[in-house]
């Protein structure tokens, strides 16, 4: 079965595509078999990002159900013979804003998909959508740029992420599910409590559920004069939210990323000694060291 790793971001612009495009031929490089799949809905563009400009089928084609399983809108890509990519959709108002038994059938048919790693590109922002595919996967990424609004956006994405984290636990629990479902959290701490008095059990199922939530940040565009003070995040993350956060990689501001975006390029083969080319090849290789080394945080 393959190994799903999700990559979101609590806005958009900060890079999330192409990164996970990156990734997923890094990946692909270390003799892994890497599906890369767009689930932006409504923006997907990642299939720009590696020349495929009009693919012949999309994601809309699964949804619609002219295709029935997601391992046949894999398809493959030139520059590398180990990557397929699923085009994403949002090319109508319907697949943009799909219903929830669409929603749950794309879940359940990523657990047929023939590969080793499945990198799952995720649409910006807290939605329902955004936040169930990032917690569909076995690992999570989240992608951040020195901006004080993107730092604030990644800690609102992880905190409500976090809180959907422990709902979801409670689905099949009735009594709990519906005591915790018909409420509006603004902490997970909030969470905790209602569990806790709910069900004896239920705060200590909720912690642990939270503890094992570990995603971790990428950094894009960092320069010189534009950083992030991790320890701090880590610190908020851990005392708010409950969940370690681990840094995977800092990617530079560089030009070459931009010349690679506008070439259908990705930058670790157009520009493959460039600095933001180098820091993705380092993040990759962190990466899948990690995959080696830790235990699935299946949602």
């Known amino acids: 079965m393959a190994c799903v790793i999700s990559v979101a971001s609590g806005k958009g612009g900060v890079g999330k595509s192409v990164i996970s495009v990156n990734l997923a031929l890094v990946m692909a490089r270390k003799e892994k078999q890497v599906v890369l799949a767009d689930l932006d809905v409504g923006g997907a ?6 020349g495929l400009l009009n693919p012949p089928l999309t994601l809309t084609d699964f949804l619609n159900h002219r295709i029935e399983r997601l391992d046949d809108l894999a398809q493959g890509l030139p520059i590398h013979p180990n990557l397929r990519i699923i085009p994403g959709t949002g090319d109508t108002l319907a697949t943009a804003n799909m219903a929830y038994s669409q929603k749950k059938r794309l ?5 047929d ?11 910006a922002g807290t939605g329902y959508h955004a936040l169930d595919f990032f917690l569909m996967a076995d690992h999570h990424l989240a ?3 020195p901006d004080p609004t993107s730092v604030l956006d990644l800690y609102r994405f992880i905190k409500l992420a976090a809180i959907r984290r422990v709902l979801s636990m409670f689905v099949m629990r009735d009594v709990m599910a519906e005591r915790l479902a018909n409420r509006d959290y603004s902490s997970v701490e909030e969470v905790l409590d209602v569990a806790g008095k709910t069900d004896e059990s239920g705060r200590s199922i909720a912690e642990s559920t939270l503890k094992a939530f570990q995603p971790a940040l990428i950094l894009n565009r960092i320069s010189g004069r534009a950083r992030v003070n991790v320890p701090q995040l880590k610190k908020l993350l851990k005392e708010y939210v409950g969940g370690d956060l681990t840094l995977l990689g ?10 690679a975006v506008r070439a259908y390029i990705p930058v670790v083969q157009h520009t493959p000694s460039s600095p933001a080319a180098v820091a993705l090849v380092k993040t990759g290789e962190t990466l899948l060291q990690l995959l080696t080394a830790l235990p699935a945080q299946a949602a």
């Open 45 to 50: 563009d990642a299939h720009v990002l590696v």
């Open 113 to 123: 998909i023939r590969a080793d790693v499945i990198i799952i590109d995720i649409g």
């Open 250 to 259: 800092e990617i530079p501001e560089d030009p070459a990323m931009e010349q």
């Open 143 to 145: 992608v951040a740029t």
């Open 107 to 111: 879940i359940r048919n990523f657990r």
